[in-house]
């Protein structure tokens, strides 16, 4: 499939139920999702989705992860209020990642901060380069 | 680590040394590198990379990642001249994922896209959104 997509021209249309049957999940079925900001570009995350995750995902139009810590569905937002509303949903080339342009309510990370890349790194020395949102 | 870094304020400094050691490398001692575009925000590639290649990314100041594949370090751009310059490395709050702000040399897709994800999933379809740089 992915070999058949790297030489697919613009317009080209395939089946998506083929394509996220195909993926490369990991030995646990994930594979790793990407949420961007789809307003303000900015990275917001990344964590891990199964199949199922993934179809709810397009379905609802709200992204759903796989908690690898709590070894359950994580709806983003679910608690938080938090949400990730799905604009668009993207694989790439090899089938082996996921980027989920959304729009964000509120802060993505935990700790508060709009996103979870807040640790910028020098040969030396990390500094923490942004702050909690409230 | 990253409890502590899960508190941290801004302009706190850390060793990169000990962020590095403590990033939580999977059982082939690898992490997801997202690679964006620091001047417009695209999404270019997600690769992997051990802890040598990210001191070697921050040291020469040009992304190198682990190809899983060749099971070998890969010089982005070594071969084909598409470089990726390092703007800035950042990790995300739990320590499993790193962000690489890059200016790109021509495409980083092995496509010759500028991303790699260039295929868009709906509901039913999926759609080839862009086409090869040359």
Same mark, same amino acid.
Request: hydrophobic share 35%; charged share 20%.
């Given at each position: ?5 790297? #030489?697919?021209?613009?317009?080209? !249309? ?11 999940? +990991?030995?646990? @079925?994930?594979? %790793? ?7 303000? @570009? ?6 891990w989705a199964n199949?199922?995750a993934?179809?709810?995902?397009? #379905?609802? @139009?709200?992204?759903?992860y796989w ?8 709806? !983003? @937002? ?28 509120? %802060?993505?990370?935990?700790? +508060? ?15 923490? +380069?942004?702050? %909690?949102?409230?």
């Amino acid at each position: 499939m992915f070999k058949q997509l790297e #030489t697919a021209s613009k317009g080209d !249309k395939l089946l998506t139920a083929d394509i996220l049957q195909q993926l490369k999940y +990991n030995a646990d @079925g994930l594979v %790793p999702v990407i949420a961007q900001d789809v307003e303000s @570009g900015q990275v917001l995350m990344m964590a891990w989705a199964n199949q199922q995750a993934l179809e709810e995902t397009l #379905t609802t @139009g709200r992204v759903c992860y796989w908690s690898r810590s709590r070894q359950s569905y994580w709806r !983003k @937002g679910e608690s938080s209020g938090h949400q990730q509303q799905l604009h668009s949903l993207r694989v790439d080339c090899d089938g082996d990642a996921v980027l989920a342009l959304v729009k964000q309510t509120g %802060p993505a990370c935990h700790t +508060n901060r709009r996103s979870c890349f807040y640790i910028e790194l020098s040969t030396t020395e990390a500094v923490i +380069n942004s702050e %909690p949102l409230c």
